[in-house]
Structure formats: structure tokens, C-alpha cells
């Protein structure tokens, strides 16, 4: 199986390419609004995605990193040199698209430092760890994966929202109000520094800051805008009083809609909950089906 140019056209689309369901809800919010500088915020953003899909340009000068999660069925198997495809795939994307050059050269402490540079080759930029998804937990967005399915999703996080993340213990005090409501906090606070909204943000819950950041970033492969449960509408609803806005004019859409994935929980006084309050260009998000 020889991937390369289907990873790469991937990586490219997931940086230029608005989703269907983002594009809807875009629309949505610019019918909406009734606050005119908001408005013209709202429909400036939407000219720049047109641009660049139209172009394949990035739909943001921050190209993200990339995030690879795998959908397995029982019937697929994953070899390693299936994996090292998807990173030279990764690596010819980054290069072709073209991404911001953004790795960091050197040992361990010059990294950190960053006292040796950047490497010139966008595709140096080395991808997350990946993630396997078999579907074998109780999350919310628990999928109905069959015997032959293999699919590649490939998401690009940018710096801002990175930075404005947060993953933490909440007390949950046997309150589901009280669990979501301190989610919902964070995101405001954090909603309030972004400033590129409106913002589309995911909620992870589970036991460990991994499995909640895990169920977070399947919340962003998995998440449809055109399909929001009863609870991701509330918060939607919660965060745009909060007044923001696009881009901190005001008005009514500080975020477009939310993504929320609720894991296996332990026995225990403490959820553990992961947010990020993605920037107007994300999700990024494209997927491979093989």
C-alpha cells in the first residue's frame, strides 16, 4: 500500500479546506447577528476561507502540528510500514502545502532554548504521537467501526489555542452541572485572551490528563457541528453570553457551536477535564479512509 501522495493531499486539504458542517455554521452566525461590526468580522472570515480554498492557501499563518488519529476494525491491521508512510506523507504535505517552518533544532536543552534555530523544511516538523482508536470505550462519540475499517484522521493544532488549553482535576462533587460548569469557566477565561473568535471548543472528560486530552482531540476528528447533542448546544449557548464576540467585537458568536466527549470515569471524587478553545480557522481536520 503505498500512501504518500494520499497523506500529503490530506495534510494540504486539512490546512486550506473548510468542513461542510464549519461552513454551515458560519453561515448560520452571519444570518444572525444582528451587531454590525461583528457581522462584518463574521463575513471577512468567511471571504478568507473562500480565498483560500479557492488558492490552497492556509487558512492561517500558524500551520498547526499535526495530530494522527487511526480508526481500527478487527478484521485491519496497522504495520509499521504503514506508519512510517504516514510520516513521510506528513513530511511531503508540510513541504508541499507550504507550511510555516517551525521545528526546532538541537539536542534536548537547545530545543528548549531554541538557540539553534529552526530547520528551513516545513517538514521537519514531526507529528504528535499517534493515536489508535478501536472504539472500545463509553465516550460520546464512540463509533460504530466495522470489521474493515481503516481510517487516518489528520487534525492541525495551532499555537494559540494551545497555549489558552487547559487540563485539569474537577472536584465533581457528584454534579454533572458542577463538572461542565467549571468547563465552561475555563473556556470563557480562556475565550476572553484568544482573540480570533468565534471559536469552536472541545471538552474532554475522563480518568487521566491523557485519556481526557485523548477524548478531547477525538471530540475535534469525530464532531459535527449539524449534529450537537442537547448538552453541547446549552454550552454553546453559555459561552456566546459571555458577549465576545468575532475577533472581541461583541455581539452574539463567541464560539459556533462545541465539541463534547465524555469517557469511562473511576470511582472517585475527581473528573479529570481537558478544553481548548480552538481559533477561528480550526478545527483542521481531514480524514483518509483505506
Known amino acids: 500500500m503505498d500512501i504518500l501522495d494520499d497523506v500529503s493531499?490530506?495534510?494540504?486539504?486539512?490546512?486550506?479546506?473548510?468542513?461542510?458542517?464549519?461552513?454551515?455554521?458560519?453561515r448560520r452566525a452571519i444570518s444572525n447577528e444582528d451587531n454590525e461590526n461583528a457581522k462584518w468580522a463574521l463575513e471577512m472570515i468567511l471571504e478568507n476561507y473562500q480565498?483560500?480554498?479557492?488558492?490552497?492557501?492556509?487558512?492561517?499563518?500558524?500551520?498547526?502540528?499535526?495530530?494522527?488519529i487511526i480508526e481500527l476494525g478487527a478484521e485491519r491491521q496497522i504495520t509499521g510500514e504503514l506508519?512510517?508512510?504516514?510520516?513521510?506523507g506528513i513530511y511531503l504535505g508540510l513541504n508541499s502545502l507550504p507550511a510555516r517552518p517551525m521545528a526546532?533544532?538541537?539536542?534536548?536543552?537547545?530545543?528548549?532554548?531554541?538557540s539553534k534555530g529552526l530547520y528551513d523544511?516545513?517538514?521537519?516538523?514531526?507529528?504528535?504521537?499517534?493515536?489508535?482508536?478501536?472504539?472500545?470505550?463509553?465516550?460520546?462519540?464512540?463509533?460504530?467501526?466495522?470489521?474493515?475499517?481503516?481510517?487516518i484522521h489528520f487534525l492541525l493544532e495551532g499555537g494559540g489555542p494551545?497555549?489558552?488549553?487547559?487540563?485539569?482535576?474537577?472536584?465533581?462533587?457528584?454534579?454533572?452541572?458542577?463538572?461542565?460548569?467549571?468547563?465552561?469557566?475555563?473556556?470563557?477565561?480562556?475565550?476572553?485572551?484568544?482573540g480570533c473568535t468565534p471559536s469552536i471548543p472541545s471538552i474532554g472528560i475522563g480518568r487521566t490528563h491523557?485519556?481526557?486530552?485523548?477524548?478531547?482531540?477525538?471530540?475535534?476528528?469525530y464532531g459535527n457541528l449539524d449534529k450537537q447533542s442537547e448538552v453541547e448546544k446549552e454550552i454553546t449557548c453559555k459561552l456566546n453570553e459571555s458577549g465576545i464576540g468575532p475577533m472581541g467585537f461583541g455581539g452574539k458568536t463567541t464560539v459556533l457551536g462545541c465539541y463534547l466527549n465524555i469517557g469511562n470515569q473511576r470511582a472517585s471524587g475527581?473528573?479529570?477535564?481537558?478544553?481548548?478553545?480552538?481559533?477561528?480557522?480550526?478545527?483542521?481536520?481531514?480524514?483518509?479512509?483505506l
Open 9 to 26: 493531499n490530506a495534510i494540504i486539504n486539512a490546512s486550506t479546506t473548510l468542513t461542510d458542517d464549519k461552513r454551515n455554521a458560519l
Open 51 to 68: 480565498v483560500g480554498e479557492k488558492n490552497r492557501f492556509p487558512l492561517c499563518d500558524d500551520t498547526g502540528i499535526p495530530h494522527v
Open 83 to 88: 506508519i512510517n508512510q504516514i510520516h513521510e
Open 104 to 114: 526546532v533544532k538541537g539536542n534536548e536543552v537547545e530545543r528548549i532554548e531554541q
Open 121 to 151: 523544511k516545513p517538514g521537519m516538523l514531526r507529528p504528535a504521537s499517534i493515536l489508535i482508536d478501536n472504539a472500545n470505550d463509553e465516550s460520546t462519540y464512540k463509533r460504530d467501526i466495522a470489521p474493515d475499517t481503516l481510517n
Open 162 to 194: 494551545e497555549i489558552r488549553s487547559k487540563t485539569y482535576r474537577v472536584y465533581h462533587k457528584r454534579s454533572f452541572d458542577n463538572v461542565i460548569g467549571t468547563a465552561c469557566e475555563w473556556l470563557e477565561e480562556s475565550l476572553k485572551m484568544l
Open 210 to 221: 491523557y485519556e481526557a486530552t485523548s477524548l478531547l482531540l477525538k471530540s475535534i476528528a
Open 270 to 289: 475527581v473528573r479529570v477535564v481537558s478544553i481548548r478553545p480552538s481559533c477561528f480557522v480550526e478545527p483542521r481536520v481531514a480524514s483518509l479512509k
